[in-house]
């Protein structure tokens, strides 16, 4: 009987580890010399390539967004802070911006689309230029990373969405 349970409670360990994991790519092939753990992202048309101050209008054009600074590179797994600036579509910094968040959705909001599942809460701090700063921005998996923002001030909401490839 004990070694039943033990068999079950390890069968479970392992669906659990396993759960996120995938043999194909996201185009649904499967790549030689790929890690087969993993589910593929270089060819997906969403990644972006990290850049110092890349910066993109917001979906409603109320909002520029400009990644400032990933440190580090959003590149690789791992521990991330990020430095986001805020503009008005004219350019102005946005100085009083707040990120409306909610338990069922977290704002800013790192999210594997791929895989179904976000990550820890982020914290936002107002630096008081137009600038936050998102910290800690846990990317731990290699794959698709969606970065979802939403933004309010003086009346206007605006979002944006950032993607990396993790490798």
Not at 7 to 17: E, H, N, P
Not at 29 to 52: L, M
Not at 103 to 111: A, E, G, H, K, V
Not at 133 to 146: A, I, K, R, S, V
Request: charged share 15%.
């Amino acid at each position: 009987m004990r070694s039943t349970a033990l068999v079950i409670v390890m069968a479970g360990a392992a669906l659990v580890c396993c759960a996120c994991s995938s043999s194909s790519s996201s185009s649904g092939t499967s790549n030689p010399g790929e890690d087969s753990g993993v589910i593929g992202c270089g060819g997906d048309q969403r990644a972006q390539a990290y850049s110092a101050d890349m910066g993109q209008m917001g979906t409603s054009k109320v909002f520029k967004f400009e990644l400032v600074s990933a440190t580090p590179q959003p590149v690789t797994t791992g521990t991330e802070v990020w430095v986001v600036k805020i503009l008005t579509a004219s350019g102005s910094p946005v100085t009083d911006a707040t990120f409306p968040s909610t338990p069922s959705t977290p704002n800013p909001r790192p999210w594997m689309p791929e895989h179904g599942h976000g990550t820890s809460l982020v914290s936002v701090t107002n630096n008081h230029d137009g600038t936050y700063t998102f910290d800690p921005m846990y990317l731990f998996m290699e794959g698709l990373w969606e970065t979802d923002i939403v933004v309010e001030s003086g009346g206007s909401t605006d979002s944006t969405k950032f993607y990396f490839c993790l490798q």
